[in-house]
Structures are given as C-alpha cells and as structure tokens.
T-cell receptor, first 111, second 112 residues
C-alpha cells in the first residue's frame, strides 16, 4: 500500500527566495506523479506532472523525481505572495494509476 | 470551458441527517471521484466511478454511498450523517491512466 509523506508541514520564505518542498513515498514502481496547489480551501490546480526520473519545468515550478530514492520535490523560483497556498503531492497508488495525496505543505511567501 | 461543478458550496446538517452532495462535469471524462480533505490527512478517496452506473470503493468508504447517474453526474450520499463526517469534500474527474484530474471547488459540510 502506497504511503506518502510531505515535508515540511509549513514553510515561510521571503519573496524572491527559492522555495523547496519534499515528498517521499513507499512504492516507486509507477510513473504518474503530480504537484497541486490549493488556495484557501478552494479547488486544486495542477502545477507539474512528471512521469519519468529527472526534472520537469513548468514556468517557475520545477519538479524533480527520483524513484530509486522514493522522492519527488517541487522547487518554486522567485516565489511571490500570491504563491502562498497549500501544496500537495500526488503519487500513484500501488499497482494502480489512482492518485494518493500527501497531507500538504503550507507555504507562506512574505513580501 | 471544461469544468467540475459541486453543489452546495456549504452545508450544515444534524447528526443522523440525510445529505446529498452533487457533482457535475463537462469534461466528457470517464472517471469521477469523491474525496474528503481533513487537516493532517490530505485528500482521501471515498468512492469513484468509471462510467454511468458504475461504482468503485475507495479508501475511506464507510458511512458513504455514491451513485453515478450519467456520464456527467456523480452524487455522494450520507444517509445517517455523523460529526466525524464534518469535512471538505472534493469531486474530481479524469480520463484515467496518466491524465490530469480536474477538481471542483469543494463542499464544506458541517455535521452538528
């Protein structure tokens, strides 16, 4: 059964400084990993989808996937106060493509 | 624009009450999902469906029923609501496989 853990639980960065979020999982055999952003208990928007080991960039958001190390990270370049939100990683369920979500990292970007 | 619409946005009910949460998607997606979101747990899958008339059990199904009446409509039913079901509920749709999920804006349910 896939287990997902996000760290840190909360992160405060200054505007313009790089923000790095982490996600570890227990089963790296699948290939469907995503990062979502959620503003104040609203819906989720997908930021980056990554399906193979390495790096995937979408604008200011870069995901790094290393399935051997059971780790996927999200780096936000030049974060702005409007990026303050909860960030959720989603990884494939064991033996399935269904997504399992982490509990989230609350990011606060200070002006 | 393709979308997932949930109703109501907010709902208050009493313990033992009967609640129906509605979800409609205009994405022509085959799969629809109901999740609940609670502090410290992320999103947990309650039920999902891959087409009209189909229902699959998720990870936390106890106390919930669901029904997929059409390709577009997926309902979550709480027939005897309990305070432990106070939560933020999300509906989503996807085409399965590695396709993206589209989420609704959520329904906040309070059971008193």
């Amino acid at each position: 059964q896939q287990k997902v853990q996000q760290s840190p639980e909360s992160l405060t960065v200054s505007e313009g400084a790089m923000a790095s979020l982490n996600c570890t999982f227990s089963d790296g055999t699948s290939n469907n990993f995503r990062w979502y952003r959620q503003h104040s208990a609203k819906g989720l928007e997908v930021l980056v989808s990554i399906f193979s080991d390495g790096e995937k960039e979408e604008g200011r958001f870069t995901a790094h996937l290393n399935r051997a190390n059971l780790h996927v990270s999200l780096h936000i370049r030049e974060p702005q106060p409007s990026d303050s939100a909860v960030y959720l990683c989603a990884v494939p369920s064991s033996g399935s493509w269904q997504l399992i979500f982490g509990s989230g990292t609350q990011l606060t970007v200070m002006p | 624009e393709a979308a997932v619409t949930q109703s109501p946005r907010n709902k208050v009910t009493v313990t033992g009450g009967n609640v129906t949460l509605s979800c409609r998607q205009t994405n022509s997606h085959n799969y629809m999902y109901w999740y609940r979101q609670d502090t410290g747990h992320g999103l947990r899958l309650i039920h999902y469906s891959y087409g009209a008339g189909n229902l699959q059990i998720g990870d936390v199904p106890d106390g919930y029923k669901a029904t997929r009446t059409t390709q577009e409509d997926f309902f979550l039913l709480l027939e005897l609501a309990s305070p432990s079901q106070t939560s933020l509920y999300f509906c989503a749709s996807s085409d399965g496989g590695n396709s993206d999920y589209t989420f609704g804006s959520g329904t906040r349910l309070l059971v008193i």
